[in-house]
């Protein structure tokens, strides 16, 4: 099936600083990729949509100076936590959809970011 | 706006037990209806869908009815193994189901089956 993987599974980092998080569509061409936030408990939220070569679509409420994404291939998709601080410690979930099958999205294992 | 409500967790099952997890939703439109499953340290796997009112998704044993009159998609299973011990996640599409509509999902239910 198709597969997604995600780099790092998890981080720790220093308030103030930047984090990048990798999605990578391992055996299809993704031209879309989404990307999730998960708290303790709760319900993953969609935070960004993002298509290949394009800017990517942020959900209300989402800061996208602070979530840059980039898509820049059909295998590659990167979320850029920047100046980050222990707010933005969560879970982060990227998904994709491509030439495999267009109504299904195949989700990436996650990353767990830790902000000190 | 669109929202998935489901059972909180954890369920505790004994093997070959029923299974049900509930899931109710609120929509507009006309919406297609999920069932994820993430086992551990793995990606959520698409487990079962259903794009219409009385549809049936299954697969692996599991079942799930797009109840429009109850606005439900509650997850049954009538054995489980403990190789079905994951989180459970409900999720709605207000669209046709294709990739790029957004998901919604419900807040997951850990299903711990013990031998």
Not at chain 1, 48 to 58: F, R, V
């Amino acid at each position: 099936g198709a597969v997604v993987s995600q780099h790092p599974s998890w981080v720790i980092c220093k308030s103030g600083t930047s984090v990048k998080i990798e999605c990578r569509s391992l055996d299809f061409q993704a031209t879309t990729m989404f990307w999730y936030r998960q708290f303790p408990k709760q319900s993953l939220m969609l935070m960004a949509t993002s298509n290949e070569g394009s800017k990517a679509t942020y959900e209300q409420g989402v800061e996208k100076d602070k979530f840059l994404i980039n898509h820049a291939s059909l295998t590659l998709s990167t979320l850029t936590v920047t100046s980050a601080h222990p707010e933005d410690s969560s879970f982060y979930i990227c998904s994709a959809s491509g030439q495999v099958d267009y109504n299904e999205q195949f989700f990436g294992p996650g990353t767990r970011l830790t902000v000190l | 706006g669109n929202s998935v409500t489901q059972m909180e967790g954890p369920v505790t099952l004994s093997e070959e037990a029923f299974l049900t997890i509930n899931c109710t939703y609120t929509a507009t439109g006309y919406p297609s209806l999920f069932w994820y499953v993430q086992y551990p340290g793995e990606g959520l796997q698409l487990l079962l869908k259903a794009t219409k009112a009385d549809d049936k998704g299954s697969n692996k044993g599991f079942e799930a009815t797009y109840r429009k009159e109850t606005t439900s998609f509650h997850l049954e299973k009538g054995s489980v193994q403990v190789s079905d011990s994951a989180v459970y996640f409900c999720a709605l599409s207000d669209g046709y189901g294709g990739a790029t509509n957004k998901l919604i999902f419900g807040t997951g239910t850990l299903l711990a089956v013990q031998p």
